[in-house]
């Protein structure tokens, strides 16, 4: 102690990662694509490269020296990870759980074929004639995701063999790194989707916290709640299925499990070797300690001596409507108004529509109505507009 900490990726979910971090003594060199993302804001040092080059990453290592590297987002050459554990360095969780969950191929094929696992049918495309199979193959409606994308972007669902031209191009645009190639899954007529946020230690039991439930447009979160209320058989079930994932994978820290809920049982859906973006809910301090926390105890293998629920919590997200710069927000006053409220800005230096530039929380007393505090935080989200200068959308 203290340790050096190379983040890789500066965005909200970073900058809460700094802060725990930093609450504990650590030193943190923060990395992004632009400068002044929001984790760098709050970091010691800060490095702007493309961590696509494979050549730009190896010399920011090389000149830091960090005794740990965490990878915040998927658009980085993580076989590169390999050489850096040979070197001594700590990769979170491991070089073996970034390559394969960085990936949508990988972790779908260890999830499905090597381990088991119940997941939606699919199938890969790398053009939009094979998409056109492929789609035919897992049968509409299906859902098209890049094999390498954040928060939604690129995806769609393909209804008719209509939307198959329209699917690819937006599949090509959102994508991240050079990839082309696209997974296709059938569609799950799932009534619940949740994210079971799982703790794997240095020296101690896996952890789980309880479930929280959330809704997606766009592919990209807008309301998330906790605790879920599920029934304990696929509670249990979803616990067993993360264990097993997350110890093939191996190494410490939070991951990100998520699952569909159907009428016909569990599916097992993605994993993110890092804190979720629905589990900033846990920011308004439904647990004792916060996705964020339980990431930089387990990253520097301090002890974590369980997990509580203590309150019942809900996000909703807080978009811009419009490319700009120089955001400014209105309504805190009205929103922060309200009991048991916060909204937390995450200072992004552009915007561009839809993206993600605040997040309200909610919470209430143990054994409230989940769905009404889940209410009060959507009202509190749609009282708080960005407002910005409007110019070019920048990074």
């Not at 993302?37 to 730009?56: N, S, T, W």
């Not at 400014?328 to 992004?348: C, H, M, V, Y």
Request: charged residues 25%; contains cysteine; glycine residues 8%.
């Amino acid at each position: 102690m203290p340790k050096k900490i190379m983040l890789l990726g500066s965005g909200e979910l970073g900058k809460e990662f700094v802060i725990a971090a930093k609450r504990l003594g650590q030193h943190v060199i923060a990395v992004d694509s632009y400068n002044d993302a929001p984790a760098q804001q709050v970091a010691d040092e800060r490095e702007v490269i493309d961590m696509l080059d494979g050549d730009a990453l190896d010399a920011i290592v090389a000149r830091h020296r960090p005794d740990i590297i965490v990878p915040e987002i998927e658009a980085i050459r993580t076989e590169r990870f390999y050489d850096y554990e040979k070197q001594g360095i700590q990769v979170v969780p491991s070089a073996r759980a970034a390559n394969f969950t960085m990936n949508r191929k990988a972790i779908r094929d260890l999830a499905s074929r090597e381990l088991g696992l119940r997941t939606a049918k699919y199938c890969y495309a790398s053009s939009r004639e094979e998409l056109e199979r492929a789609a035919a193959e897992v049968g509409l409606p299906c859902v098209v995701k890049p094999l390498m994308s954040s928060s939604g972007k690129g995806q769609s669902t393909v209804r008719s063999t209509a939307d198959i031209e329209k699917a690819w191009s937006y599949s090509q645009s959102g994508k991240r790194g050079d990839s082309v190639e696209v997974i296709v899954e059938s569609f799950v007529p799932f009534h619940t989707e949740i994210t079971l946020l799982t703790v794997t230690q240095q020296n101690g039991p896996t952890l789980f916290c309880p479930p929280i439930g959330h809704r997606q447009e766009r592919g990209d979160y807008q309301e998330s709640w906790q605790p879920c209320l599920i029934g304990s058989r696929h509670l249990i079930e979803a616990q067993e299925i993360a264990e097993k994932v997350t110890r093939s994978l191996t190494g410490a820290g939070i991951w990100g499990v998520e699952f569909f809920l159907a009428d016909d049982g569990l599916y097992f859906s993605e994993l993110s070797p890092r804190p979720h973006d629905t589990g900033m809910v846990t920011l308004s301090g439904t647990q004792n300690l916060s996705e964020f926390e339980l990431h930089a105890r387990a990253v520097l293998g301090l002890p974590i001596p369980g997990i509580e629920l203590l309150r019942v919590g809900a996000s909703a997200v807080i978009l811009a409507d419009r490319a700009g710069s120089s955001p400014g927000f209105t309504g805190l006053e009205g929103a922060l108004g309200e009991p048991g409220t916060d909204i937390r800005i995450f200072g992004k230096p552009v915007t561009r529509p839809y993206r993600r530039m605040a997040v309200a929380l909610v919470s209430d007393e143990p054994g409230s109505d989940v769905d009404a505090v889940k209410l009060r935080a959507i009202a509190a989200s749609s009282r708080v507009k960005v407002i910005c200068d409007e110019v070019g959308a920048g990074s």
